[in-house]
């Protein structure tokens, strides 16, 4: 599956923005979708993953409670809705896709090219 992430930019603190992420393939209602992000200097992190069937999902602790993640298998895309913004959310986000549901980077073998995230104070 081919992934192309969109919908990133500069919002200030406490703003909303939604990020997108449109695949190609087949496989793409059958995988498990994960956002991932990038901040500089920094490793990346796993941010929030979703079932193929859009049931089970799984957040990491620090945006519990602010970011959604979502999915739309007949327009084969995936959604990330983060709300509440902080300046410590400012990074490369990533889209990826994988067989298992699974919080680590090593699970995911499809990866799309990033969008910045920009959080102002």
């Known amino acids: 599956v081919q992934l192309q992430a969109s919908g990133g930019g500069l919002v200030q603190a406490g703003g909303s923005l939604r990020l997108s992420c449109a695949a190609s393939g087949r496989t793409f209602s059958s995988s498990v979708m994960g956002w991932f992000r990038q901040a500089p200097g920094k490793e990346r992190e796993f941010v929030a993953f979703?079932?193929?069937?859009?049931?089970?999902?799984d957040y990491a602790d620090s945006v519990k409670g602010r970011f959604t993640i979502s999915r739309d298998n007949a327009k084969n895309t995936v959604y990330l809705q983060m709300n509440s913004l902080k300046p410590e959310d400012t990074a490369v986000y990533y889209c990826a896709a994988s067989r298992y549901s699974s919080v680590a980077s090593t699970d995911f073998h499809s990866w799309g090219q990033g969008t910045q995230v920009t959080v102002s104070s």
């Open positions: 979703i079932s193929w069937g859009g049931g089970t999902t």
